[in-house]
């Protein structure tokens, strides 16, 4: 579906879309160079394979296979035939209907017509010299733009395949890490050596906006808050020049250090778009800016209005003064290429001739320039030996070209209403055997567009006591939560009797947000009935439980904090902090069962090491305040209680010990105690799925663990500490193309 989306939003009379897009063809063909992967790596969306956008990549010139081979009807019979299947997840047999061969049949057909289409680009590329360069980094998964340090140093942003958003200074060919980012980031370093950083952030709790940041002894200050400056620049004056989009309005504000606005040097118009800009030691102004249908050209800012350097139908990005010259990049015909313009003649030269391609291109020593390059295994800087080569091709403007600004008709637009979205989009079938207990039923999920309305729901029916079972949960706005929950359990004393159990649980969540460190303080409620029911239950020894309900009901406030970090080759989180403390009354609502308080306190903690190595501890301390009759802790087995919606800790009681049985005595009691430390090896992907039945083989990883813990009652003291010693092999695998399951 990504690639069909891609495919729909292309126009390639109109020049629109990405299916279109030099960069679209710059990195296709760098996949062909590399070898095509096969379908059983691209036919499931991966978080862990490159590039990262296969899906799309991959699945928008699919799609122009399909058109190109077997005509445009043939893509809406794809569409018509697949959702008008009954059963679902037919993706492999899909085609055999339209093209008469099935999705595997076709793709060494797609593969021959990539070859094909790239051929003659290949061929056109090689027949000229290509510049000789020398990787600085190694491959990353996205490097921000670079800027040059006043120590002829290199600052960039990268998000690195192990260590997730960093920013990073290279000097001598060492890349050294400077700070951690929220994001992928613009840079920028002024003479007497700031460096001025833009990144994303969270502003009233609810959006992500770019805010500017100086470095200072190793972090990062804040000077502006819910700013929306995705990029700036140090002027002449030592002030800053930051680029502001307010309602996709562009705008270019000077500010002081404190990030104080001291004045707008420009502000746009609608249509007007401009992507990137830098600024010369004497002041000037050069940026990329795109106006109406007009292609993205070089402009120069003389006093309020833009004066064009270029006038051409090529995209011009990224340009970058060198004493009377601009360096920038422009990509044509499937080549993104580093091009020179010298400023008083307007005189243009092109720099380099690559298979792959120049993203920016910095001034470097004599001869030579820094080039951001895309690979076919990530992006990386490199020093690149400038040549000379022959335009590409020359396409002027028509001076009388008009500039064309969408109109929006205000008459269509009508109130949001989220229902339409809210609707199941799949349903998966679930069976349940434990003992003699069976329950059918399905699962299915859904949000609305603006994801406001989310929910999970069970439904199952039990066949012993032909009874309906669900689990219902709703999530409002991140913030209010709902549930019901109806299950059956065995009870040890008879086979033909069973615990019922309802549960209504409530929450509220009041989230303090950050990109990287998070609070979310929050009131939960939880009134749990428990019944026994079967066909006899009169106990051996006379007693009948037919009349035995217990209220075991909970109220919990607690808070939760979340500063952990993930890359793309953990598999979970490999640095930072997470901690929960949580206190529980039974006695404020009506609890049958139980008196008194449970004290909670958990903290997590994760440290990366080199080649993406994690060293990741975990402590855990329950204590029973004045409780009687028991609300007693469990320690054993490898399974603990769920979580009660996002990060909620009510009524859990279970607690994983790997080794010991999941039920021991000596493991039970008012007090527990837990202390875990785990050496976890990278997860190998191979990300290999196939399509009858739609399962997934994603990665594994090998973990090796000592565990500890104690529990005891309130009239003891802590006695005896058990520990285990063990090894775990994680596999994680995908079910029906999106579903992630993890097996131990």
Same mark, same amino acid.
């Given at each position: 579906q990504e690639g069909l989306a891609t495919y729909m939003e292309t126009d390639e009379q109109r020049h629109i879309g990405r299916g279109q897009s030099d960069v679209f063809q710059m990195m296709m063909r760098q996949e062909v160079l590399a070898g095509i992967k096969p379908l059983s790596r691209i036919n499931t969306v991966s978080g862990h394979d490159w590039p990262f956008n296969s899906a799309y990549l991959y699945g928008v010139y699919f799609f122009k296979f399909i058109h190109d081979v077997y005509g445009e009807e043939a893509i809406k019979n794809l569409v018509n035939n697949y959702s008008n299947n009954l059963l679902p997840y037919r993706v492999d047999s899909n085609p055999r209907m339209v093209t008469g061969k099935t999705l595997s049949d076709l793709w060494p057909e797609f593969s021959e017509y990539l070859k094909g289409y790239f051929d003659p680009q290949i061929n056109r590329i090689k027949s000229q010299n290509q510049n000789p360069y020398k990787p600085l980094t190694k491959d990353y998964l996205a490097i921000g733009l670079l800027a040059k340090g006043e120590d002829s140093s290199i600052w960039y942003s990268a998000l690195d395949f192990t260590k997730g958003a960093n920013l990073y200074r290279l000097v001598d060919g060492k890349s050294n890490l400077e700070v951690e980012l929220n994001s992928l980031a613009?840079?920028?370093?002024?003479?007497?050596?700031?460096?001025?950083?833009?990144?994303?952030?969270?502003?009233?709790?609810?959006?992500?906006?770019?805010?500017?940041?100086?470095?200072?002894?190793?972090?990062?200050?804040?000077?502006?808050?819910?700013?929306?400056?995705?990029?700036?620049?140090?002027?002449?004056? #030592? /002030? *800053? +020049?930051?680029?502001?989009?307010?309602?996709?309005?562009?705008?270019?504000?000077?500010?002081? @250090?404190?990030?104080?606005?001291?004045?707008?040097?420009?502000?746009?118009?609608? #249509? /007007? *778009? +401009?992507?990137?800009?830098?600024?010369?030691?004497?002041?000037?102004?050069?940026?990329?800016? @795109?106006f109406g249908n007009l292609p993205w050209n070089l402009y120069l800012l003389q006093g309020n209005a833009w004066q064009a350097l270029t006038k051409d139908t090529a995209t011009q990005t990224n340009p970058v003064f060198s004493k009377d010259k601009i360096l920038y990049t422009q990509s044509q015909i499937g080549q993104l290429e580093a091009y020179s313009l010298i400023l008083n003649t307007q005189v243009k030269s092109r720099m380099t001739n690559t298979l792959s391609g120049i993203k920016q291109v910095l001034p470097s020593e004599l001869g030579h320039a820094i080039a951001l390059r895309y690979t076919a295994s990530g992006y990386q800087i490199a020093s690149i030996e400038q040549q000379s080569y022959p335009a590409l091709y020359e396409r002027p403007l028509l001076e009388k070209t008009t500039q064309v600004v969408p109109e929006l008709n205000l008459n269509l637009d009508s109130p949001y209403s989220p229902y339409n979205s809210l609707l199941p989009s799949y349903w998966l079938p679930v069976w349940v055997n434990d003992g003699n207990l069976q329950e059918v039923g399905f699962f299915t999920s859904g949000?609305?567009?603006?994801?406001?309305?989310?929910?999970?729901?069970?439904?199952?029916?039990?066949?012993?006591?032909?009874?309906?079972?669900?689990?219902?949960?709703?999530?409002?706005?991140?913030?209010?939560?709902?549930?019901?929950?109806?299950?059956?359990?065995?009870?040890?004393?008879?086979?033909?009797?069973?615990?019922?159990?309802?549960?209504?649980?409530?929450?509220?969540?009041?989230?303090?947000l950050k990109v990287q460190n998070s609070f979310y303080p929050y009131l939960a409620y939880v009134n749990n009935e428990s019944k026994f029911i079967g066909d006899e239950l009169r106990l051996s020894d006379g007693r009948d439980i037919r009349d035995v309900e217990v209220q075991d009901n909970w109220l919990a406030l607690g808070l939760i904090y979340d500063g952990l970090r993930t890359s793309l080759t953990a598999g979970d989180a490999s640095d930072g902090w997470q901690a929960s403390f949580s206190i529980e009354n039974a006695e404020v609502v009506d609890n049958s069962y139980v008196e008194g308080q449970v004290l909670n306190l958990s903290a997590r903690h994760y440290y990366s090491l080199s080649w993406g190595h994690t060293l990741a501890q975990r402590l855990f301390v329950g204590s029973g305040v004045d409780t009687q009759s028991t609300s007693d802790f469990q320690l054993g087995g490898s399974r603990s209680d769920a979580y009660i919606g996002p990060g909620i800790q009510l009524k859990q009681r279970k607690y994983a010990l790997r080794g010991f049985e999941s039920d021991l005595a000596e493991l039970r009691g008012e007090n527990a105690f837990i202390y875990n430390i785990e050496y976890r090896l990278?997860?190998?992907?191979?990300?290999?799925?196939?399509?009858?039945?739609?399962?997934?083989?994603?990665?594994?990883?090998?973990?090796?663990?000592?565990?500890?813990?104690a529990a005891w009652d309130n009239s003891e003291s802590l006695q005896d500490v058990y520990t285990s010693i063990g090894g775990e092999i994680i596999l994680d695998n995908t079910l029906f193309y999106y579903l992630n399951i993890r097996l131990r």
């Open positions: 613009t840079v920028d370093v002024s003479d007497d050596g700031n460096v001025l950083v833009s990144q994303l952030e969270y502003c009233d709790q609810y959006s992500q906006y770019y805010d500017l940041y100086l470095l200072d002894d190793a972090k990062l200050q804040r000077i502006t808050h819910c700013g929306r400056y995705r990029m700036a620049k140090w002027n002449h004056k #030592g /002030e *800053i +020049l930051a680029l502001k989009y307010e309602q996709g309005i562009a705008q270019l504000d000077v500010l002081n @250090k404190k990030g104080e606005l001291l004045s707008t040097l420009w502000n746009g118009l609608e #249509g /007007e *778009i +401009l992507s990137a800009f830098d600024v010369s030691d004497n002041g000037e102004v050069a940026a990329t800016i @795109k949000n609305d567009a603006l994801g406001l309305h989310s929910y999970i729901g069970q439904i199952t029916y039990e066949k012993h006591h032909k009874r309906g079972l669900g689990n219902l949960t709703y999530i409002y706005n991140s913030r209010w939560l709902l549930g019901l929950q109806k299950t059956l359990a065995n009870t040890s004393f008879s086979d033909g009797v069973s615990e019922l159990e309802t549960q209504l649980f409530a929450g509220f969540i009041y989230p303090i990278p997860f190998s992907w191979f990300d290999h799925n196939v399509m009858t039945p739609p399962v997934g083989f994603s990665g594994w990883s090998l973990r090796g663990f000592v565990d500890n813990g």
